[in-house]
């Protein structure tokens, strides 16, 4: 779908409307491209994640309606446009924080993917977030994982994730 360039004394135009959403419907995610390359990374709070490449939301018409974007069999926790592979940070509700690469998660070509086990969740914990990290990465080396899926390691002196430049 094209937007208009407009200035900014406009007001734009109402996105439900100019994608035609259906009752109840809200946009997640948005990814500005202007080429079909990268990947979407979806990360549940299973703990599970899907690398999909941009490809597989490619349409001829870019006018079709996306269906089946990604998994419903798990909630949404965050969602990561990548040009590349890098380092991304996740943490957990009991505490633990896992540093990986996303080279480490093979792409998917399904959109709908149920992905793949990064964190190893302990008992009614579930993965609260997902970060990329360009800074501190000496810092946080110690929560690195050379294989997944992995458990992470206590992060109690990370404190909150806003507090954390990432």
Do not use: H, W
Not at 64 to 85: F, G, T
């Amino acid at each position: 779908c094209d937007f208009d360039d407009t200035k900014t004394s406009v007001m734009g135009d109402y996105i439900p409307s100019k994608l035609g959403f259906d009752e109840g419907e809200s946009a997640i995610f948005m990814a500005v491209v202007e080429k079909y390359s990268g990947y979407m990374v979806f990360f549940f709070e299973n703990g599970k994640a899907a690398k999909v490449p941009l490809k597989a939301y490619e349409t001829k018409t870019n006018r079709k309606k996306l269906a089946n974007a990604y998994s419903s069999k798990s909630p949404l926790v965050r969602i990561l446009y990548i040009s590349e592979d890098c380092e991304i940070l996740l943490r957990s509700s009991k505490g633990n924080a896992l540093l990986f690469n996303t080279a480490m998660i093979l792409p998917k070509s399904t959109r709908d993917s149920q992905g793949v086990q990064v964190i190893t969740l302990r008992a009614k914990a579930v993965l609260e977030s997902a970060e990329i990290v360009t800074d501190n990465l000496s810092e946080l080396e110690k929560y690195r994982s050379k294989n997944i899926p992995a458990a992470g390691k206590p992060a109690k002196e990370l404190g909150d994730s806003n507090q954390l430049k990432l």
